[in-house]
């Protein structure tokens, strides 16, 4: 309600001064429904309310300002001198007690403009806005204003006045505190005319104790609008009333005020982006929130306009925000801006692609030179870090490691290495300072607002100089180089696996170099990690070889792998090293290892929590599969995703049944959905589970002590299904996970495997890709001795294209040395195909090393078809180059 309208006895022009001393009126009674019986419309109760709080507020200003006549003898008025002073929360409480008892109401003599503060003096009304900021009220005016009038000129200089300036809008669009009077409204009960005394001092009491909260805050120095905004996720800018406002604001033709808001943001943009250069202490930085809320709120920003000449100014400036800025930002954006998330990372993509495409990068001018393009990276982090927020989430608690039970006896022969006279520090990655600002981490997100496949920019993965970005990552401390290895997110897997592979190869180099040194100055040792292995005893050699390396110096495992197989010829350029790889995988995982069990239903392999193997076992397939990583090897295992979570450092729960059980997993979310009263009687189910080993042998286990007494109801099955997830997937295996683990650190724990890539992505690391697309392979292959045309050449791929998968399958066998599909898809798989003369009776040949195919020109199809299905068929064993 105006204040300056609240006399009800007559029009707003109305003379009252020549009213008598004692004029009053007599308050509206709202009176309950004849029929007591029947409920009120919700839009009758609405308005009953609403004119019962016109009458509390005039009720409330005869107490604090009076009617104006100094010859008033209304006992309940300021005018009369028998109405001592209060304080706003005693008069907000009195208004309400007048109103319940429909006390005398004074008729007001004059109008009285006030303040937003009604605490406040009362001053007369002044008709110049000194105020100026911009809100919905003033917004809304002034498009009145200009549809009257047929001009837009005042709305066009109050954009171009608002959004260029910081500091009117760090005052604009805020929310407005509520009046004393307000708040004891908002906690008055819906019927006002049946308060009690009780409930007037009771919200009285609550009003005096925030009160005297905001006056002690005040003496330690806080301001009302820092109050309002302590919480990490809470602003002072008022989101809907700015919602509503641009709704309002751009239902009208946006080309009458589009180049009026384009100039001022760029202006805004700039001016805030050199503050935050130039100056990083600021008063108010905790608000600087407000003004990147507003620009990124705008409707329009995806539109061609605004994106291309407004959004890299906000980029800009957003870059130079103080790091807590920048968390509050995501929080904020994570809370109240979730359904804004995808059209802003869209249109950043849009700016970094078209950048990307239409910029002439050289040597001299690289993709690190635009800086529209490393400033919409750095805001890409802040929308995928509100993604992962707003998401669904995973407690912070998986990701603490089991500790070792102090009973448990130790099995591992790989124990604590020898003293050694390499004592260089471990490299260690430190993690995202945004991440640890915001104590979040990638891996507790189950589902994200948006998938993490759309962040990807292919065209830019495309065009990183990785040797470039390495170095950058590497030494970004001391060089201050924008790097993109520091913003995973954006760059396709097969582009972080080579950031990967350049870590791995420097490591290798770097180990060469040490064995050189130590060789100068008389202790030799070498270069690489050797192996010599026999054939038939893979697995006993391998474990004894590694075990002494690992004893000796585990750094020794960063070096090049190189596999001899004894009394066979052949250099190690990689396709042994491979083949070696698939040997030691198809034995160790091989049922009658008794290492793993089967899992029938989802084709994936487990650990056998009953294996009668040694600890050293499981800590050399960790180390293999750690060697694989290192050395850019694809393996043929089948791990569900939890293993590759829990090497990555979190714990298996509930959801993670999903893909280890399907079945298991349906009837524990049964279990958790059922709305039945009669659950205990239906499922018969306690906190004892029962499981078999590999043999068929029946084990009991309580999750819970006497847990064959405690029956699952309602109120405990959470806690039952979580205590279930748990027991298989990470107690009951306890021992044999973490020697696994402890091997496949030995290799990775100075790499940046757990920075650049998720779970999922370290599989497609160890395991290729799942998609055999051969029409990408016959697209990307190179040539020797042919050329696509060839007779030769389109009879092979006419062939190959008619294989079955599982033929496809051996052809990459016995050309590349493994039948997966490497990170990136069949695209990436560097293939050439090489002509092996004339055409003869020899079936093709390979070199696995380098992916060549060495092929006759076969003079017709059908026996290039017959020596093709030879040559892969019976190609088993060391029969490639």
Known sequence: MNPANRGCGGGDGEDTSSKSSSASVKPLTIKPSANQDQPLSPESESMKRAAAKKLIERYFYQVTDGCGDPECDNANCVSSGKLKHMKPNEAAAMAIQLFSQEARLCEPQRKIARTQDISAKTTPAIEVDINPSLNEEKLSEILESCKRENSYSKLIHTIGAVFSNMEILLISFVKKPNSPLEEILSKAPSNLQNLKKEDIRTMQGDLDKDEDSQEEAEKEGESSSQSQSTGPDEITLDLESLRRAYSALFAIDGKVFESALINALITLTGTVELDLKMFRNFKDEPNLVNIFLIMLELPCLSSYEYMERVLPGICRAASHLPLSVQAKLVRVLAKHCTQKLKSLLESLQQIITLKVITSPFSQEYTVYDEETVTAATRMVKIIFYASIIAGVLDSPELRTEEEKDPAEPEDDHFGEPVASSDSREPDV???????????INFLDSRKPVIPFAE????PLSDVIEMDKDYTHFKNRDSLNRFSFLSHPFILTPFTRSLGLYYDNRVRM????????????????????LRLRVKRDRIIEDALVELEVVAMANPTYLKKQLVVEFEGEQGIDEGGVSKEFFQLVVEEIFNPDYGMFTHQKETETVWFNPTSFESDAQFTLIGIVLGLAIYNNVILDVHFPMVVYSKLMGKKGCFHDLKDWNPTLYAGLKELLEYEGDDMEDTFVQTFRICYQDIFGNTFNHDLKEDGDQILVNKNNRQEFVDLYADFLLNKSIAKQFRAFRKGFRMVTDESPLHILFRPEEVEQLVCGSKNFDFNALEAATEYDGFCADSPIIRNFWSVVHELPIESKRRLLQFTTGSDRVPVGGMSKLKFIIARQGPDSDRLPTAHTCFN??????????EKLLDRLLKAINYSKGFGML
């Open 429 to 439: 990655i430190p993690p995202d300072p945004m991440a640890e600002e915001l104590q």
């Open 455 to 458: 962040f990807y920019n292919e």
């Open 509 to 528: 180099y770097s180990e060469r170099r040490v064995s050189i040194l130590q060789s100068v100055v008389g202790n030799p040792t070498s270069p690489y």
């Open 852 to 861: 060549v195919l060495l092929l006759p020109e076969y003079e017709s199809r």
